[in-house]
Every structure is written in structure tokens, then in C-alpha cells.
């Protein structure tokens, strides 16, 4: 008999597959039967992660059929048409009707989210917002999402795009951000846009381009030794992703902030100047915590299997 959940997600540099036995929910500590990842090359488009990822799934299930498939998206989703409206790393989604496309793949039940959401819901369900029941969950990545759960509820807002904390705008007189408007959360606090500025700012100190390859965690790792570039570049990310979490904190007054993502494996000097321009940011008498995602990269894996548990 089928008992397996089929999870996927479809992240901004990197695709991931999981399977659960349905059973395993009933446990104190589910675990994944099994999962794999691949990275995508740059001039990936939505045809190709779309075949990897059926590719992923079939091999993970082997010749059993999943009961349901959880699906998170890197991008905005219409959650009641399971469409991508579109994705900002890879061409080729805009309003792509990827929960029919899967149901027709995998021959059962899917449900499809964007990647914050769907975060949200497995931290809320599974992970660090166990005990809250209103959270706000940021992914600080490729790019930065955000996802909401109000009184134990998701909360999509109209079409879909409540949690757009990567694309507030903190710094008017910023950089510009992919999505045309200067100074977005996203623009200074996201893995690739910190790698970026890194570079522009080494080559015109130094004269001349840096060698290697220049990623987020190099700027961490350059950040932790002291680099003086690196260290401003790290400090206005997390102001700036703090300064987010603050004003949603004063407009929405979740009790928890839960942050995943890459980025925030940068250390203890980011996590302590978001929390501080947070704090400084929020007015005296709201009150909320900031927390690291109990799942880390893999929340929105767990979420994809909260999302169709009321399927199975």
C-alpha cells in the first residue's frame, strides 16, 4: 500500500527531492527516507529543472506511486491554481502550470507554494514555531521571502503575494534591486547581491579584479577575519534585513521571526545586528523574538509535507 509523501523543492540555485513515509508524521521525530540535491548551471531555464526534478522524483520512489506531492517554488505562486507566476533567477516560469504539470507526472495529488510560505508552515508545524501561533518566517538566500502564519493559519494575501519582505524598501537612495526599485531588503542582504558588492568594492580598492570565485559565505568567512570590506558589506545586510523585521513587527506584530537560508549561517556578528536593528527599528512596546530555523535548508522541505499532509 502507498505511504509515501513526495517532497520538492525548487530553490534558486538548487534543486531538492525527499520522500517520508506518511506513517513516520505520527512519530516524534520524523526522518526522510531518502533525498537528494543538485545544483542547477547558470543558464538553467524552467524546462530543464522541471525534468531534473520528475527525474529526482521518480528515482527517489522507485515503483511506488506517493500518496501526495509537496511542492515549494523559489517565486511567486497563485496557491489556489498551483501556477508560478514567475521566477527572478530563471527564465522561463512566468505563469507556468506547475501543479498540473506534476499531477500528471507523478499520477497523484499535488500542491504547490511559494518557498517562504511553505517554510513558514513546516516551522510552524514541524520545527521552531511549534509553540506560536502567529510567525513570520524569512528566507535569506538566493534572495529573501518571507511567509506568514496568522493565528495558525497561512496567510497568502490577495493573489498570493503577502510576505514580500525582500522587496520593502529600507535604503531609498540604494543600490537597484532586480525588481527595479532601489535599496530593497533584498538588494543588500541576499547571498549573491553581498558577493557582488564584495567584488565591485575589492576591484576598485585593489585595482584589479579578485581572484577565485566570490560567493555569500565568502564574504562571511572574510567578515569573520576581520576584512574591513567584508565586514561592512555583512553589517548593512543584516541592518538592512533588520530594519525589515522591525517594521513588519510594528505592522503585522507576529510573536515569532523564524530565519532560514544560507545567509544566515554567517555568524554571531549578523545575527546580533539584525536583532539590534530590529529592536532599535520596532517601537518599545512590540514585542517579538528572532530565532534560526530549526530545519535550516530543509525547511521548506518539511513544509512541502505539511502543505499536502491533509491530503494523505
Known sequence: MADLILALDFGGTKLTAAVLRASALRTESPNWQAKQRVFTPSDADARYELTTMIELGHALLGDEKPLAVGVSFGGPVNYATGTVRLSHHVPGWREFPLQERLEAAFAASARVDNDANVAALG????????????????????????????????????????????????????????????????????GPY????????????????????????????????????????????AWALGVGIGNVANLINPQRFVLGGGVTKAGVLWWDEVRRAARETAMAEVHFDVVPARYADDAPLWGAVALVEELV
Open 123 to 190: 516551522e510552524w508545524r514541524l520545527g521552531a514555531g511549534q509553540d506560536v501561533d502567529t510567525l513570520f518566517y524569512i528566507t535569506v538566500s538566493t534572495g529573501v521571502g518571507g511567509g506568514l502564519i496568522l493565528q495558525g493559519r497561512p496567510w497568502r494575501g490577495y493573489e498570493g503575494m503577502a510576505g514580500e519582505i525582500g522587496h520593502t524598501v529600507v535604503a531609498p537612495d540604494g543600490p537597484m534591486c532586480l525588481c527595479g526599485k532601489r535599496g530593497c531588503v533584498e538588494r543588500l542582504a541576499s
Open 194 to 237: 553581498m558577493a557582488h558588492d564584495y567584488r565591485t568594492q575589492l576591484q576598485a580598492a585593489q585595482g584589479r579584479p579578485p581572484k577565485g570565485a566570490i560567493t555569500g559565505k565568502s564574504v562571511a568567512e572574510a567578515a569573520a577575519n576581520g576584512e574591513p570590506i567584508a565586514l561592512g558589506i555583512l553589517r548593512r545586510g
